[in-house]
């Protein structure tokens, strides 16, 4: 099993394992997550665009409950612990990547953050927020915050503090980048390289691509297409909602 430093090769020990976890203590980052402000909307704007999208993954949820996919069948409505997940468009043989929308938990309302985590292949995220939300992106490495791609009020606000729930005696840092409301962000997640999401509020979808989907499946001898299946975990439990829900850390603030 590899620990974060090599790019190639079987990454998870149990392939179907949705819960497996890696030693934080030994994980090292292979690269950097690259964060792209976007745009900014007017508060009705994103609210009606965030509505929009995560109402798919409500009413897949919803079929998906009255009628239960097929065992053998490919399940498009899943969970991560970020969020409800549709699966918008699945992948097919001779297009290795899929698409999926993730309607975001509110994390001070369930007072549970996400675990660190990292996956067996890249990612494109895009994140969106509406009124009253905000969402904190995490890495164990500094994230590349790029120029913005249109007009933007303000810097995004960073910081570092310390990642929760590691074992007693072990400090790792963990880099911080703030989405504020209304607003749209792109994230480029190399394979293997941690992160974190967690929103703060109501309001927020991601629109996620995964490039190597099928790939990811061979690679790793995947018994099916579950995303859970393809996530590294490198905490053994979630945290309180007080470890994730602060959006600055006065006593570490700093840009990167």
């Known amino acids: 099993m590899t620990h974060g430093t090599e790019t190639t090769g079987r990454m998870k020990q149990s392939p179907d394992h949705e819960d497996e976890i890696l030693d934080v203590r030994r994980h090292q980052d292979p690269g950097r997550n690259r ?25 897949a949820h919803h079929t998906e409950q009255t009628h239960p996919t097929p065992a053998g069948v490919l399940k498009q409505a899943q969970e991560f612990e970020e969020g409800d997940v549709f699966m918008l468009e699945p992948p097919f043989e001779g297009f290795f990547a899929d698409r999926y929308l993730m309607d975001f938990y509110d994390t ?20 969106m927020t509406g009124p009253e939300t905000t969402i904190r992106v995490s890495s164990l490495s500094p994230i590349t915050v790029r120029p913005a791609a249109a007009n933007w009020t ?103």
């Open 35 to 59: 964060l792209t402000p976007v745009v900014q909307l007017p508060p009705d704007v994103a609210l009606s665009v965030v509505d929009a999208l995560a109402g798919l993954v409500r009413a």
């Open 108 to 127: 001070s309302e369930r007072d549970i953050c996400s675990r660190m985590h990292l996956h067996t292949g890249l990612r494109f995220v895009r994140m």
């Open 154 to 256: 303000g810097p995004l606000r960073a910081f570092t503090d310390a990642l929760p729930g590691t074992p007693t005696g072990v400090h790792r840092d963990r880099h911080n980048v703030i989405v504020p409301p209304n607003s749209w962000v792109d994230m480029q997640i190399p394979r293997g390289v941690s992160h974190q999401f967690n929103a703060v509020g109501p309001n927020a979808v991601i629109d996620s691509v995964h490039p190597e989907e099928s790939i990811e499946t061979l690679r790793e001898g995947m018994s099916g297409y579950r995303m859970m299946a393809q996530t590294i975990f490198l905490a053994k439990d979630k945290s309180p909602a007080t470890t994730c829900a602060n959006l600055t850390d006065p006593s570490s603030s700093t840009r990167h």
